[in-house]
């Protein structure tokens, strides 16, 4: 028998229904569908308008999905992880309350905060309960309501971001596929470049942080841009030297969807050609924590079992990363 790896096993996407066109965006600001399209790929995005919902509404709806598709029930789940930046509140966890919405009561959760990398960060520590053992059944979310912390205001942000959630399912498998090997990074000097001013221990929400519209997403885009490209390409390189693989080897490259400029520019750094490269930003934007599962539930139908994949990231932190999976079913 081989080692034991943690395997995807099923994937689940959830989107809001209403859709924010470049259109919609260019009554909103000085904007145009031109501009967006072409410094971004984005034509539409997917904002959450139904009222009391929130994060953990996309993630349960994501995971009842997921236990539908996949037969397993709410009680089999040990664990759910969720990778968000806009976690229903400040405190408690988002993870704990979407264990209660699906009935996961034999479950425990816990968030993940890094950003657009937050799903491969989740699923590397997902992943650990699996392949050491110690659980079986492990549900890892990537969802983001960026439209909660978007200034709809500032040109720079809004025609960039949307909502949305993804779930996978981790279980053990011996047959050589799954979780193979990832590259994690960070360097915090980097939040200097991409973060939220206020609403933390560092500033508290006032009268005055409100006023100044600090409770947004703010970013130095241009100087990210070039970090991302860097890092994206640079640990994609990490994992297939050290796993002894060239681009020909793998079948998928799954890439945060921040920007169509990075996606290309980091295929190109690879040598990897664009029909293998996982896209779907021109609809749903950059939904942060959500972008890498969602392209998994999109594509699912056109993988196959053995599969080499590698899904990579970069975003605040800075966070980045790449990590190499064998495809299971
Ligand atoms: O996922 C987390 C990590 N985030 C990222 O990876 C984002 C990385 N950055 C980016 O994707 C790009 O930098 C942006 C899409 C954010 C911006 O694209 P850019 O090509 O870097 O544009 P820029 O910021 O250099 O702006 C170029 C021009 C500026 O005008 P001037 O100064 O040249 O006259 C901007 O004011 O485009 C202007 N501009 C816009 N024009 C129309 C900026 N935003 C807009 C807009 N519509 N929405």
């Known amino acids: 028998m081989g080692k034991t790896r943690a395997a995807i096993t099923g994937v689940q996407g959830w989107v809001p229904e209403t859709k924010l066109t470049n259109h919609d965006l260019e009554k909103m600001v000085d904007t145009n569908d031109e501009w967006?399209?072409?410094?971004?790929?984005?034509?539409?995005?997917?904002?959450?308008?139904?009222?009391?919902?929130?994060?953990?509404?996309?993630?349960?709806?994501?995971?009842?999905?997921?236990?539908?598709?996949?037969g397993v029930k709410p009680g089999e789940i040990d664990l759910i992880i969720v990778a968000t930046v806009t976690a229903d509140m400040v405190f408690p966890d988002t993870a704990n309350t979407v264990c209660d919405k699906v009935g996961?009561?034999?479950?425990?959760?816990?968030?993940?905060?890094?950003?657009?990398?937050?799903?491969?960060?989740?699923?590397?520590?997902?992943?650990?309960?699996?392949?050491?053992?110690?659980?079986?059944?492990?549900?890892?979310?990537?969802?983001?309501?960026?439209?909660?912390?978007?200034?709809?205001?500032?040109?720079?942000?809004?025609?960039?971001?949307?909502?949305?959630?993804?779930?996978?399912?981790?279980?053990?498998?011996?047959?050589?596929?799954?979780?193979?090997?990832?590259?994690?990074?960070g360097d915090g000097s980097g939040r200097e470049m991409l973060h939220m001013k206020a609403g933390g221990s560092l500033k508290p929400a006032s009268l005055e942080t409100v006023a100044a519209r600090e409770h947004y997403a703010w970013q130095d885009g241009k100087r990210v841009y070039v970090h991302a490209v860097k890092g994206m390409s640079g640990t994609c390189e990490e994992v297939l030297r050290r796993n002894k693989?060239?681009?020909?080897?793998?079948?998928?490259?799954?890439?945060?969807?921040?920007?169509?400029?990075?996606?290309?520019?980091?295929?190109?750094?690879?040598?990897?050609?664009m029909e293998r490269v996982m896209v779907n930003i021109e609809r749903y934007g950059n939904t942060t924590a959500a972008t890498i599962p969602l392209c998994l539930w999109e594509y699912e139908k056109q993988l196959k079992k053995g599969d080499n994949i590698?899904?990579?990231?970069?975003?605040?932190?800075?966070?980045?990363?790449?990590?190499?999976?064998?495809?299971?079913?």
Not at 128 to 142: D, L
Not at 248 to 269: C, F, G, K
């Open 245 to 273: 693989l060239t681009s020909d080897d793998v079948q998928w490259l799954v890439p945060h969807q921040a920007n169509m400029r990075i996606i290309q520019s980091v295929a190109e750094h690879m040598h990897f050609p």
């Open 36 to 70: 967006i399209q072409s410094r971004t790929g984005i034509k539409e995005r997917r904002i959450l308008r139904t009222p009391g919902w929130a994060t953990s509404d996309m993630c349960a709806e994501a995971v009842k999905g997921l236990l539908e598709k996949t």
């Open 310 to 329: 590698i899904l990579t990231a970069f975003g605040g932190g800075f966070t980045w990363g790449a990590l190499y999976l064998k495809w299971a079913y």
């Open 104 to 185: 996961a009561k034999n479950a425990f959760g816990f968030d993940v905060n890094a950003a657009c990398s937050g799903f491969l960060f989740a699923l590397a520590t997902g992943a650990q309960y699996v392949q050491n053992e110690v659980y079986n059944k492990v549900i890892v979310v990537g969802s983001d309501m960026m439209s909660s912390i978007i200034d709809y205001t500032d040109r720079n942000t809004c025609v960039i971001f949307g909502d949305g959630a993804a779930a996978v399912l981790l279980e053990p498998r011996k047959d050589g596929n799954g979780i193979v090997d990832f590259v994690l990074r």
